[in-house]
């Protein structure tokens, strides 16, 4: 959806935007050579590395419109403050895993490529996901389930988890999703694990604590006229974007742009499957 977020955000020459999610760089290089000035935050270091290199390979006047700065998205608002990002033109959260962290078996992410069961998008962090797989409870990991993968097995598969760790330790993607499947079995399109490590994964990076914090914080950076332009990827994302858009709105700040949420076309889905569940709703600050 780079196209529909470059459009929505209304990228004018000269003018300063936030790109809080860098990944692998794409949004920030469409703002840069529209003329935008592009502060780009990202809590993963590999990231930051990536784009680093990639942007070494375009045109000067662009390179230099782009601020590369490591740090969670929570954090916005000092982060903005400290680079002289304030009164924005518009903010964009492009969520969820990037393809470099699902490509890379050893970041833990995806249970299509072995590799240990971390999901840290930030390295730094204390806790990875084997962590939690093999230290809650049987109820607290049903609960994980349930709360951030909305998954309708919880108990069911938090039983099989608990069962297998007793003979010893869950260590890798390859082998949690086995375990899964071998007790739900598999059947339609979608993996009976997928579930389980959306949530471990938003469980490690507390990632809907940290949007409700950004999305605040975010308001009050942008200037009357600037957009926050945000994409999700699964419910409970688009529902706290939804109701605190909604909030915004109430409040007289502005308005929404979106009455029902941008998603991907079919050409797009074709190209990249993973943007099958894309929504992307937008918000315009008013003059208030």
């Given at each position: 959806m780079l196209q529909e977020a470059s459009s929505l955000l209304q990228v004018k020459k000269g003018k300063r935007y936030?790109?809080?999610?860098?990944?692998?760089?794409?949004?920030?290089?469409?703002?840069?050579?529209?003329?935008?000035?592009?502060?780009?935050?990202?809590?993963?270091?590999?990231?930051?590395?990536?784009?680093?290199?990639?942007?070494?390979?375009?045109?000067?006047?662009v390179r230099r419109e782009i601020t590369l700065c490591k740090g969670n998205f929570r954090e916005i608002g000092q982060i903005a403050k400290r680079e002289g990002f304030t009164k924005v033109s518009g903010i964009l959260f492009d969520l969820g895993v990037s393809s470099h962290q699902f490509?890379?078996?050893?970041?833990?992410?995806?249970?299509q490529r072995e590799g240990v069961l971390d999901m840290r998008m930030d390295s730094s962090l204390a806790v990875t996901?084997?962590?939690?797989?093999?230290?809650?409870?049987?109820?607290?990991?049903?609960?994980l389930f349930e709360k951030y993968g909305e998954e309708p097995f919880s108990n069911k598969i938090a039983d099989c988890i608990v069962e297998a760790r007793s003979m010893q330790p869950i260590e890798t993607t390859r082998d949690l999703a086995f375990i899964i499947e071998r007790r739900m079995g598999k059947s339609g399109g979608m993996h009976p694990a997928t579930r389980v490590f959306q949530a471990l994964r938003i469980a490690v990076n507390d990632e809907l604590h940290a949007l409700e914090e950004a999305l605040s914080a975010s308001l009050q950076l942008i200037g009357v006229g600037g957009r926050i332009v945000v994409i999700s990827f699964h419910s409970l994302e688009d529902r706290i974007v939804k109701h605190r858009f909604s909030s915004f709105a109430d409040q007289g700040f502005g308005s929404i742009l979106t009455k029902k949420p941008v998603t991907p076309t079919l050409e797009e889905v074709a190209e990249n499957p993973r943007a099958r569940s894309a929504k992307m709703r937008v918000f315009e600050r008013g003059t208030v």
């Open positions: 936030i790109d809080v999610t860098l990944g692998g760089g794409g949004h920030t290089l469409a703002i840069a050579k529209s003329g935008g000035v592009v502060l780009a935050i990202d809590v993963d270091e590999e990231a930051i590395r990536f784009v680093e290199e990639k942007i070494t390979h375009v045109a000067e006047d490509d890379t078996p050893s970041r833990g992410f995806s249970f996901a084997k962590d939690l797989i093999n230290g809650l409870s049987k109820k607290e990991l049903a609960k």
